[in-house]
């Protein structure tokens, strides 16, 4: 098999899990007969040991200058000279045979990608669960012909990625659907393979989740109004995207709290409808993860809050045409 492919991993102050992530991508790199061969490691302006854990492990080291991850990305692009980049995440160990499931589907004409799914540890703490369940479900329901594939563990045609200037730096959340959607847009193909696997730290803090799903909410703005009718993918559906406008009316809703007793009625109805959009998933991971799972109700409906309140902000920002919500080519 040649060694065609190049894998780009960005990073930033990400020693707590790089260690791992490489340790896995050299055990694949130097497997006999491996199509891995070189690793790039992108620093994205770190502050704590992301680039002596490179250095100490001989992997080369590249610099973004802090702009996101779209930007360590498209530097990793720059510099590959393989036909074929693989994307994995610093807090993300391959599995050995990650990259031997998802290399295949790269020699049928027309396929310009190809990405895998999640795997966790055994010792994981319930929030990272309830995170873990709900991606394994949706992935189950996912065809091999998609048309999104994330960034944790994708490989490209190099010749695709350069056509499309690689990712759209404004992106700093959701620039693998944007990517996705723009690779579909012209004219190529994407598949799906749940075979490839690599282990994934999921958020382990509430706090931290709930800040990344606002971002999410906030980039959720430029994805739908610039790729129109693309609201709904083989990832997500529309009840998925109807829940931060629901929860956005629980919000509006409050002040006739101030109306008690008959001012309360409209708040508790939409509560309990946003609740009850979380049962669907709620009962397939229950099925999957056990009756644990049935936190993710309460979960899933503060989630809908958080991206209401990004989605808003990112509205007010597109609307004022201001920061990196303004559309591509404005000055920002």
Same mark, same amino acid.
């Given at each position: 098999?040649?060694?065609?492919?190049?894998?780009?991993?960005?990073?930033?102050?990400?020693?707590?899990?790089?260690?791992?992530?490489?340790?896995?991508?050299l055990a694949?790199?130097?497997?006999?007969?491996?199509? =891995?061969?070189?690793?790039?490691?992108?620093?994205?302006? !770190?502050?704590?040991?992301?680039?002596?854990?490179?250095e100490?492990?001989?992997?080369?080291v590249?610099? !973004?200058?802090?702009?996101g991850?779209?930007?360590?990305?498209?530097?990793?692009?720059a510099?590959a +000279?393989? !036909?074929?980049?693989?994307f994995?995440?610093?807090?993300?160990?391959a599995?050995p045979?990650?990259?031997?499931?998802l290399?295949?589907?790269l020699?049928?004409?027309?396929?310009?990608?190809? +990405?895998?799914?999640?795997?966790?540890?055994?010792?994981?703490? =319930?929030?990272?669960?309830?995170? /873990?369940?709900?991606? *394994?479900? %949706?992935?189950?329901?996912? @065809?091999?012909?998609?048309?999104?594939?994330?960034?944790?563990?994708?490989?490209?045609?190099?010749?695709?990625? %350069?056509?499309?200037?690689?990712?759209?730096?404004?992106?700093? *959340?959701?620039?693998d659907?944007?990517?996705?959607?723009?690779?579909?847009?012209?004219?190529h193909?994407?598949r799906?393979?749940?075979r490839?696997?690599?282990?994934?730290h999921?958020?382990?803090?509430?706090?931290?989740?709930?800040?990344?799903?606002? *971002?999410?909410?906030?980039?959720?703005?430029?994805?739908?109004?610039?790729?129109?009718?693309?609201?709904?993918?083989?990832?997500?559906? @529309?009840?998925? /995207?109807?829940?931060p406008?629901?929860?956005?009316?629980?919000?509006?809703? =409050? @002040?006739?709290?101030?109306?008690?007793?008959?001012g309360g009625?409209?708040?508790?109805?939409l509560?309990?409808?946003? =609740?009850?959009?979380?049962?669907?998933?709620?009962?397939?991971?229950?099925r999957?993860?056990? @009756?644990?799972?049935?936190?993710?109700?309460?979960?899933?409906?503060?989630?809908?809050?958080?991206?209401?309140?990004?989605?808003? /902000?990112?509205?007010?920002? %597109?609307?004022?045409?201001?920061?990196?919500?303004?559309? *591509?080519?404005?000055?920002?």
């Amino acid at each position: 098999m040649a060694a065609d492919v190049t894998v780009v991993v960005p990073a930033r102050d990400t020693a707590r899990t790089l260690g791992g992530c490489l340790d896995g991508l050299l055990a694949i790199r130097d497997r006999p007969g491996s199509s =891995l061969s070189r690793i790039l490691l992108v620093d994205d302006g !770190s502050r704590d040991d992301t680039v002596a854990i490179a250095e100490s492990r001989g992997v080369e080291v590249l610099a !973004s200058g802090g702009r996101g991850a779209g930007a360590a990305r498209n530097v990793g692009i720059a510099a590959a +000279g393989t !036909s074929l980049v693989w994307f994995v995440d610093a807090d993300c160990v391959a599995a050995p045979d990650a990259l031997d499931h998802l290399r295949p589907h790269l020699d049928e004409p027309g396929v310009a990608g190809a +990405g895998g799914t999640y795997a966790i540890a055994p010792d994981a703490t =319930l929030l990272e669960r309830l995170i /873990h369940e709900e991606i *394994k479900v %949706r992935h189950d329901r996912m @065809p091999e012909e998609v048309d999104f594939l994330a960034t944790f563990d994708v490989l490209y045609r190099l010749d695709v990625l %350069r056509d499309l200037d690689g990712f759209d730096e404004r992106y700093m *959340k959701g620039q693998d659907a944007d990517l996705a959607f723009r690779v579909i847009e012209h004219g190529h193909r994407l598949r799906f393979d749940r075979r490839s696997e690599v282990r994934h730290h999921h958020a382990d803090r509430l706090s931290r989740y709930l800040r990344v799903q606002r *971002k999410q909410g906030y980039w959720r703005v430029a994805l739908h109004l610039e790729h129109a009718g693309r609201g709904g993918n083989s990832y997500s559906g @529309p009840l998925d /995207h109807l829940q931060p406008f629901v929860a956005a009316a629980v919000i509006g809703s =409050l @002040p006739l709290l101030a109306l008690w007793p008959w001012g309360g009625i409209a708040p508790a109805l939409l509560l309990v409808m946003l =609740l009850l959009m979380q049962i669907p998933m709620t009962l397939a991971m229950i099925r999957r993860g056990g @009756p644990s799972m049935v936190w993710f109700v309460p979960l899933g409906a503060v989630r809908a809050v958080w991206r209401a309140v990004g989605l808003a /902000h990112g509205v007010v920002d %597109r609307v004022l045409r201001r920061g990196a919500m303004a559309p *591509k080519g404005e000055d920002r």
